[in-house]
């Protein structure tokens, strides 16, 4: 069992490293090129779906070379998860450090400035389809409330680690690989 956990533990931190760093290159070219305001009210949905893609691939990349490396292309179900999930974990701390870190010192206007955006964009789009304004109110009153810096947290928090999971499940399942598969 030491054998096994080590190569684990190692390789578990050096890719739960790379998928972090992956992501906070992502998070940057979103906030540098004004991505999510620019996309308007359906941006944020597009951003969530192509992270869910890129960090699916990003997972299934580093589990396959996971396999391939420390079990000569053979690897459980279980050993693929738990390789999967502390990649998870890792990169959610990572993360968690970063969104503290860019949300208190680097742009701590951002959330506000998104908010606010994200207003407009939506009071645009509901004009031109000539939505009632009792509804263009009621749902324009939900951006007045700007996310706090613990509820940002959180929320990368139990998206990293829900989301992580999810996927680690399925990466696991199409990772696994026995002997007699081989066959």
Known sequence: MENNSSPLLKSSLTYGLYAALISIFLNVVIWAGGIMESLGIFGSLIVAILSLVISFV??????????????????????????????????????VIYTYVFHSFIAPDYMENLMASMQQKTLEFMESKGAPDATIEQTLSQFEKVPTIAKTLQSTVLSGLIGGGIISLIVAAIAKKKVEDSY
């Open 58 to 95: 990003v997972m299934l990349i580093f589990t396959k070379n996971y396999r391939n490396k420390e079990f000569d292309g053979y690897i459980s179900f279980v050993e693929a998860f738990k390789f999967a999930m502390l990649v998870t974990i890792v990169s959610t701390v990572i993360l």
